[in-house]
């Protein structure tokens, strides 16, 4: 009969590994919901525009350079000079550049999903000055076509330029015309610039504004030998990303404001610029920074978090159950242990679900409420006491609190969840650590045998701990 004992603690065992069946099954559920999302956030984008990466300007100035090669005249039957000419571009970076973004954001709906956009206000300024073509003007073999140079910007995703912008140089108004003129990154902008053609050290100077949307993020390349950017906007869950930080940052309720200067010197933009002559334009296009709003709560993430906290809830209560079958002279059945399992599963399904509609926090507090109480109405008559159930109530309402603390605390979840279960486990280990587990089997063992001779008594003697 001592085998019952542990025959029972098999059972409850299996019932907790049967109960990770439905568990993976919601955990399968949130990660479909998460790709719907991730579907409505590209059907959003492709009919709004993407993440956008704002590159430049950059001065590009076409010339060949004349070149002589040996080659095989049949007819003379000997060598002769071959003069032939390579067209190449010479990429200039501005002296200076400063960007002021300001940055708007809304939300664009499909379905119950709600992915953030924005619309982005972008004032830009700088120079450039003639001395690198003065350099080049000094070999022979070098000729500019003065006509065919031009400003050249990369905008990831054209779409989001909402009105065509003019370039204002040397207090000229040109006019910006599709594509970047560059080979390997054609999506962009470039306006034909005049007045380079100089004997004498100049400086260009050029201003134009942008109207730009664009969703999710908002990244610029430090092109400058001296580079300042400034973005404001009203989104109040701002990640900076990039290779630089911003050197000056404000997040109020209102908003955000972030700086960043970076120079030439840090951004090593120089040799990346003679790469990109070279026809490597991948650091050119890699070397960014800028602003990734996101969104303040990702639901779907923070479920599948506390989903991978079920089996421990599970444990604990089973743990429970069985301590009040020790300690307080119940009987419980694995049917009532299933339930109560299948109960506090369900409560993950209903976290997703109302979650789609209303805030994170409502949707976990209107969960956790629901379930404790449908536990907590249904163990008042398993335990034969509504003081016993709403103890048991209040503990499971306590855990829930503190898993959502956990859920909240990104940085320090692995920390705080650690600790809980530390402490958990030590409590349990400070209530039974008198019980004398064999004398319990004995006993539990005997009382069945008794009440299997007694079909209408469902009361056991109590055990207690010494």
């Keep these: 009969m001592k085998n019952k004992f542990f025959i029972k603690l098999l059972v409850i065992g299996a019932l907790m590994l049967g109960l990770m069946i439905p568990l993976a099954m919601i955990e399968g559920v949130v990660s479909e919901r998460s790709a719907y999302r991730h579907q ?110 031009f400003v050249s910007l990369i905008v990831s995703d054209i779409r989001g330029i909402v009105t065509q912008p003019l370039l204002n140089w040397d207090d000229k108004a040109l006019e910006f015309v599709s594509g970047s003129g560059l080979d390997q990154h054609g999506n962009g902008m470039r306006a034909n610039v005049t007045g380079l053609k100089n004997t004498e050290p100049v400086s260009h100077v050029f201003s134009f504004d942008v109207h730009l949307h664009g969703m999710e993020s908002l990244q610029f390349s430090p092109v400058g030998k001296s580079t300042r950017v400034n973005v404001r906007s009203d989104w109040l869950h701002p990640s900076f990303i990039g290779r630089y930080l911003p050197g000056e940052r404000n997040i109020d309720p209102q908003g955000f404001n972030a700086s960043w200067q970076v120079s030439s ?74 339930l109560v399992g299948c109960a506090l599963s369900v409560f993950y399904l209903l976290l997703v679900s109302l979650s789609e509609h209303i805030d994170f926090g409502q949707a976990y507090l209107v969960a956790s409420l629901a379930n404790a109480g449908l536990i907590g109405l249904y163990i ?53 650590r008198k019980l004398d587990w064999y004398r319990v089997a004995e006993q539990l063992a005997s009382q069945a045998a008794t009440i299997g001779g007694r079909p209408g008594d469902d009361r056991v003697a109590t055990v207690t701990a010494d």
């Design 40 to 149: 409505a956030k590209s059907s959003i984008a492709a009919s709004w525009t993407g993440e956008q990466k704002f590159l430049g300007p950059l001065l590009v100035v076409p010339y060949s350079e004349k070149q002589s090669r040996k080659v095989w005249d049949k007819n003379l039957e000997d060598y002769r000079q071959e003069v032939y000419y390579l067209d190449r571009r010479l990429l200039i970076l501005p002296e200076a550049l400063e960007i002021d973004a300001d940055v708007a954001t809304e939300e664009r709906s499909r379905g119950i999903y709600a992915i953030p956009v924005y619309n982005s206000a972008l004032a830009v300024r700088g120079a450039f000055d003639n001395r690198k073509v003065l350099e080049l003007l000094k070999q022979d073999n070098i000729s500019i076509a003065w006509n065919e140079a």
């Design 265 to 338: 010197f840090s951004s090593d933009m120089e040799r990346v610029a003679v790469m990109c002559q070279q026809g490597n334009c991948d650091n050119y296009i890699n070397n960014t920074f800028g602003v990734s709003l996101l969104q303040s709560v990702d639901i779907y993430q923070q479920a599948e978090r506390s989903v991978k906290y079920a089996i421990l809830f599970i444990s604990l209560t089973f743990v429970a159950f069985f301590l009040f079958e020790v300690m307080k002279s119940l009987r419980l059945h694995p049917m009532q242990y299933l």
């Design 380 to 432: 008042s008559a398993v335990l034969e006491s509504r003081l016993r159930a709403a103890v048991f109530t209040g503990l499971l309402l306590l855990l829930y609190s503190m898993l959502y603390v956990i859920l909240c605390s990104e940085d320090n979840a692995l920390l705080m969840g650690s600790l809980l279960i530390f402490a958990i486990l030590a409590l349990l280990m400070v209530i039974t």
